[in-house]
T-cell receptor, first 117, second 110 residues
């Protein structure tokens, strides 16, 4: 088990360009989460999947953001027409889904830093 | 909506001493989970300890323990025998999808 893997770890892009981040969860984890974290703040929930189904999206996830998990394994987070305000670390995490009341432990990747210039 | 508040932006502790980090939360639910996560400078978030709200007994993991006061909606983390490796940002978090507080930077002095 290699943990949650994210790439690229760092991305610098020009405003208006599209970027895509990939996340490989811990194997057998059927839940996958995306968070955004800016410097000095706690992570903010963006969206999560159970298997290939996207079950919830935060209001933070504007229409320029799209997340997919086509085969219920890895996931991608795409940001279209990037803006400077998108600069942040994007964290991926995964967990088992043992039921809503189970308090599944969520394991995090090391994050993908995005800088929009 | 649930909210989590960490009122201490920064704390310092002498090596081998004990420190307590504060956390309060707001929810209308009766059954839930609470977590403390640690984020060292390497940035990977690591689970420190978790607490089930229906359990009255406070969770303990080695040098880490919590003081869970459900009526007061308070969930503090106590670190005993602090070590240099404990220096990090600590986040309190609520629920299955994790609502995080703003974090507390813990500095450990040798």
């Amino acid at each position: 088990d290699t943990g949650v893997s994210q790439n690229p770890r760092h991305k610098i892009t020009k405003r208006g360009q599209n970027v895509t981040f990939r996340c490989d969860p811990i194997s057998e984890h059927n839940r996958l989460y995306w968070y955004r974290q800016t410097l000095g703040q706690g992570p903010e929930f963006l969206t999560y999947f159970q298997n290939e189904a996207q079950l919830e999206k935060s209001r933070l996830l504007s229409d320029r953001f799209s997340a997919e998990r086509p085969k219920g394994s890895f996931s991608t987070l795409e940001i279209q027409r990037t803006e400077q305000g998108d600069s942040a670390m994007y964290l991926c995490a995964s967990s088992l889904a043992l039921g809503e009341a189970s308090g599944n432990t969520i394991y995090f990747g090391e994050g993908s830093w995005l800088t929009v210039v | 909506a649930q909210t989590v508040t960490q009122s201490q932006p920064e704390m310092s502790v002498q090596e081998a001493e004990t420190v307590t980090l504060s956390c309060t939360y707001d929810t209308s639910e009766s059954d839930y989970y609470l977590f403390w996560y640690k984020q060292p400078p390497s940035r990977q978030m690591i689970l420190v300890i978790r607490q089930e709200a229906y359990k009255q007994q406070n969770a303990t993991e080695n040098r880490f323990s919590v003081n869970f006061q459900k009526a007061a909606k308070s969930f503090s983390l106590k670190i005993s025998d602090s070590q240099l490796g404990d220096a990090a940002m600590y986040f309190c978090a609520y629920g299955n999808k994790l609502v995080f507080g703003a974090g507390t930077i813990l500095r450990v002095k040798s």
